[in-house]
C-alpha cells in the first residue's frame, strides 16, 4: 500500500500544475519542468493541491504512483523554491574556479579538469575549495553533484578529495612500521 502517493502535493503561489496528453508541465518563479506521465497513472490537479490516483491497483501501479508523486513533488519545489547542493574539497594544491558555464578543477592531476555545467545548473565556487550547485532540477542537480564528486573521490587516509557538505569520510589508520 503506497502512503507516499496518496499524500496530496500541496500547490504553493504563483505555480501551476496542468497535464495535457500524458505530459505534466509545472511551472513557477524559477522556470518550467515536465515529466511524461506512465499510462497506469492520472493526476488530479486543484487549486491548491494536486493527488495522483491510479487506474487498477497492483503492486506494479502502487509502486508508479509513490514514484510519481515523489517525481511531481520534487518538480513543485525546484520551480518555487530550487534546489542546492554544495561540495567541499580537500587537499593541499586541490582547489576550483567557475568561468562561465564551467568550473575547473586543479585536483592533483598533471592538467586542469574542465568540467561543462549542464544546462540549468549554475555554480557557485567560495574560497577555492567550497562548490555550490543550485537548479530547479533535482535530479540533475544530483547527478552533476556525482559527477563533480567523481573526478575525485574522498580517500579514507588522508580525506583528500571531493565529498558532499554533509558527508562524513571514515578515516582510517596508516601502515604501522614492524620491527
Do not use: C, W
Request: positive net charge.
Amino acid at each position: 500500500m503506497s502512503r507516499i502517493g496518496k499524500k496530496p502535493i500541496p500547490v504553493p503561489d504563483k505555480t501551476t500544475v496542468s497535464v495535457k496528453d500524458g505530459v505534466v508541465t509545472v511551472k513557477g518563479k524559477n522556470g518550467t519542468l515536465t515529466h511524461n506521465l506512465h499510462a497506469a497513472v492520472e493526476l488530479q490537479v486543484g487549486k491548491e493541491q494536486v493527488d495522483v490516483t491510479i487506474k487498477d491497483e497492483n503492486r506494479k501501479t502502487r509502486a508508479l504512483q509513490g514514484m510519481t508523486r515523489s517525481i511531481v513533488g520534487s518538480m513543485v519545489i525546484g520551480v518555487s523554491q530550487g534546489y542546492e547542493r554544495v561540495l567541499e574539497i580537500n587537499g593541499i594544491g586541490y582547489r576550483a574556479e567557475a568561468k562561465g558555464k564551467s568550473i575547473i578543477f586543479n585536483l592533483g592531476y598533471s592538467h586542469p579538469i574542465d568540467f561543462p555545467l549542464p544546462d540549468g545548473i549554475s555554480a557557485m565556487v567560495e574560497k577555492n575549495n567550497t562548490i555550490k550547485l543550485s537548479g530547479i532540477d533535482k535530479q540533475m542537480i544530483g547527478q552533476t553533484a556525482a559527477r563533480i564528486r567523481q573526478l575525485r573521490p574522498p580517500e579514507p587516509y588522508k580525506g583528500k578529495g571531493i565529498k558532499y557538505a554533509e558527508e562524513y569520510v571514515q578515516r582510517k589508520a596508516g601502515k604501522t612500521g614492524t620491527k
